[in-house]
């Protein structure tokens, strides 16, 4: 999350670098920025890259906003609408720092094999 945050603050200002230099900046690989990018551009960000000035840039004006709101589910028959029946299950995102945000109930006696996607 901080990652994305960051990276949006940096095209906003026009002052990411190169994706080399960028991806360093962050830490993270260029596969891992390209992620970042893509992310961005699924919320329709019209992100471009200017080979001149050696930045990415908004097409047009852009406000990120990101809200996480988590609610335990207590009972597994709950879990079981969310997830076909399986017991855990990962949620990749992108937007976690390209981590994957594993949610697992635990209920002490329960022995069903869980299944992860």
């Not at 360093?24 to 970042?36: A, Q």
């Not at 949620?91 to 981590?99: H, N």
Request: charged share 25%; with cysteine; proline share 3%.
């Amino acid at each position: 999350m901080n990652k994305l945050q960051r990276l949006h603050s940096l095209i906003k200002e026009q002052k990411t670098g190169s994706p080399f230099e960028l991806s360093n900046l962050l830490e993270i690989s260029r596969s891992s920025l390209y992620m970042l990018i893509d992310e961005l551009k699924s919320f329709d960000c019209q992100i471009h890259y200017s080979r001149q000035r050696k930045t990415f840039y908004y097409k047009s004006e852009v406000e990120l906003t990101v809200k996480w709101k988590v609610t335990p589910i207590e009972e597994i028959s709950e879990l079981r609408k969310f997830n076909g029946g399986s017991i855990t299950f990962l949620l990749p995102s992108r937007i976690l720092d390209g981590t994957n945000l594993s949610l697992h109930p635990y209920s002490a006696g329960y022995k069903e094999s869980a299944h992860r996607l």
